[in-house]
């Protein structure tokens, strides 16, 4: 009785935070192309039934202080583990719906300096646009690949900048992946605020700054992990992301993140060491994958994508009646 | 003597704010651009004497609220304004630093997609890259531009992401060209943070979550603008914006901010109209300026950066000795 107290209570919350929050722009445009990319890796898969599809959540949601919004707080993410993760899930065959902050870094463009256009080019004497030498095969290579997953209908791009973004069209997302049951995949390594200010009790206006130093209270956003598994996508395979700056309480948070929130997997990873190294948190043990420095320019996404991919394996063909496989 | 005891704490406070600042990381190649383009613009006029030098500040600063920073207050601004502004002052003859905030707008790209490399350009059947028919032209014009102006020694763009950057690197800027006078001009286009989190009183790791809502007391940022005219730069032609979300308070505080900092000029902008139009106060006059709408793409910037270009000619004459001329 307690535990289904508790779980009415969280819906609540849930519940009145989406109410709350400004409504998604483009709600009909995102949702016609969720169901046209869903649609097609149906038939897409070489094997009959439908592609696997992973969505891959990347860079970190801002919470805005006013409601004509000039100041707003940021959480720190670059978007490299998310960018460079939908490389390799798409190379293993899956469809990546790519959920990711604007800005931030997009797949197959990791080793491009920060404004390709203006650094990568030059004009030629006939005014011709020219790519450098130096960065021509990165140049191509994003061009190519990039473009080649999007024509196939194996990636798409829904950019976030709010959290009431974010979670509206992470909802959106797990609710038309939800057919795919075991099949689907979230593998959330965006850096979702821990705290904001509730729309109604936000500041119309801009905020003063002549009144001396200013105290602001900020409101935990309710936890979407635990909806997630229980209403969205009860059958998909979840991996949450543990970040944290002190190794200390890292495993602890990881293994407690785990076991509350019903995951399958955890990555728990340290900001200094993230590109190095990553411990891979699941019930039954803890697996430290790492990038393989033997190899030029191997990264720590290639291995635990493998993983990943083989454990979720095991995942389907344990969740999936006989009549789906 | 109440005056100078306000000027002595004023300063006091300013040099422990950066006394307590995080220390630039790449201070001496910085500074080591900076007297590079001053030197060279010192010779590159047509008419004999120094060419004149504009800092357009661009973007909005950050303030961290942790040591390894995870979460941070942002100030939200695109950038338009100063990359705009900065095309009209390379056209119009100005040497422009360009202080930008990492991954805003930058000039002569404006008419660009988000992500020109992978929306603008394609790959041939021969695997070479091609510019899209449809952003030919805007492509090969921001590369032309920007390499010209960059080359030529006309643009120097410094990029900032946190508050004690942005002041910093101000102050470097404002230092080295105050041998130019008169003929320097400071546009402050960027938004800067008005509250911070002192450094010494910063969580050095990562804010918790789970012990229910944050509350949070943030100091004010000291005002630079007084040490910049007073100090730093005491007779260069100094341009302060002013943004408000409300137009009923608008006018006031840009009037306020003339007189009390000792501005030329103050640009007034309201978030809504702001590239239709601004009003320049000055201390006889509020000047409207309006983008011309007559003229297919015209910007409001093309206006008041002529206006500004012909004030900043009345007061060279008028703040240059003699000999200077």
Redo the contacts between chains.
């Keep these: 009785m307690d535990l289904k107290a508790t779980e009415a209570n969280i819906n609540g919350v849930i519940e009145s935070f989406f109410n709350l929050a400004p409504p998604l722009r483009n709600n009909a445009d995102i949702s016609a192309k969720l169901e046209n990319f869903i649609k097609r890796n149906e038939m897409n898969s070489g094997n009959g039934g439908a592609r696997r599809i992973v969505c891959v959540t990347s860079g970190g949601t801002?919470v805005p202080?006013?409601q004509?919004?000039?100041?707003?707080?940021?959480?720190?993410s670059s978007g490299h583990r998310g960018a460079t993760s939908t490389e390799y899930f798409v190379k293993a065959g899956y469809a990546v719906i790519f959920l990711y902050r604007?800005?931030t870094f997009?797949p197959f463009?990791r080793s491009?300096p920060?404004?390709?256009?203006?650094e990568?080019?030059?004009?030629t004497d006939g005014?011709n646009?020219k790519?450098q030498e130096s960065y021509s095969e990165a140049?191509?290579r994003?061009?190519?690949e990039?473009?080649s997953a999007v024509n196939k209908g194996f990636l798409l791009k829904l950019p976030f900048t709010t959290i009431f973004e974010y979670l509206q069209m992470l909802r959106m997302i797990a609710m038309s992946t939800s057919k795919l049951g075991p099949k689907a995949m979230f593998y959330l390594a965006a850096?979702v605020s821990?705290?904001y200010v509730p729309w109604q009790s936000m500041a119309?206006?801009?905020?003063q700054?002549a009144s001396?130093?200013?105290?602001?209270?900020?409101?935990?956003v309710p936890k979407m992990l635990p909806v997630l598994r229980q209403e969205w996508a009860p059958t998909a395979f979840l991996i949450s992301f543990k970040?944290?700056?002190?190794s200390k309480i890292l495993l602890k948070k990881a293994a407690g993140a785990l076991e509350k929130y019903r995951m399958n997997m955890v990555v728990a990873n340290e900001?200094?060491t993230r590109k190095e190294e990553v411990v891979v948190v699941t019930s039954s043990e803890n697996i430290r994958v790492s990038r393989d420095k033997n190899v030029g320019v191997d990264d720590v996404e290639d291995p635990l994508i493998q993983l990943l991919v083989e454990r979720h394996s095991i995942h389907i063909n344990t969740n999936s009646s006989s009549s789906d496989l």
């Design positions: 801002t202080l006013e004509r919004c000039v100041r707003y707080i940021d959480n720190f604007r800005g997009q463009c491009l920060d404004d390709p256009l203006l990568c080019f030059e004009l005014s646009i790519v140049v191509k994003a061009i190519a990039h473009h850096a821990d705290f119309e206006h801009k905020i700054s001396g130093p200013l105290n602001m209270q900020l409101a935990q970040l944290e700056t002190d900001l200094l």
